[in-house]
């Protein structure tokens, strides 16, 4: 059964920076497509970042220059590194993963990206960032 667990939310100030982890357990994918989620309260849930198992990213417009998606050197760990943060990423956020099942493909029209339909996702860890 796939596992995926965040942490490192917290609450900073405007311009504040956070790191987010994500530890996968229960799978082991040869190509795969990992991503990061946000939802803010009474708003849909919107796509941060992914990235691919040959290390391909993509970022939403909202996040580019300041968030950076990362593969850790353990296996199946994921990172957020979250800089010059702004009230509007308020948020909880969360992580997937989804088997690609071919090699990934990359850019924006490429099959990781936030159009990915995953099947596996994590509680959430929070984020607040105050002005």
């Known amino acids: 059964q796939v596992q995926l667990v965040e942490s490192g939310g917290g609450s900073v100030q405007a311009g504040g920076s956070l790191r987010l982890s994500c530890t996968g357990h229960g799978y082991h994918y040869m190509s795969y497509c990992m991503g990061w989620f946000r939802q803010a309260p009474g708003k849909e849930r919107e796509g941060v970042a992914t990235i691919d198992s040959d290390g391909n990213t993509n970022y939403a417009d909202s996040v580019k220059g300041r968030f950076t998606i990362a593969k850790g050197n353990a296996k199946n760990t994921l990172y957020l590194q979250m800089n010059s943060l702004e009230p509007e990423d308020t948020a909880m956020y969360y992580c997937?993963?989804?088997?690609?099942?071919?090699?990934?493909?990359?850019?924006?029209?490429?099959?990781?990206?936030?159009?990915?339909?995953?099947?596996?996702w994590g509680q959430g860890t929070q984020v607040t960032v105050s002005s």
């Open positions: 997937a993963v989804q088997p690609l099942g071919v090699a990934p493909i990359p850019g924006p029209g490429g099959n990781c990206n936030t159009g990915v339909d995953f099947d596996d």
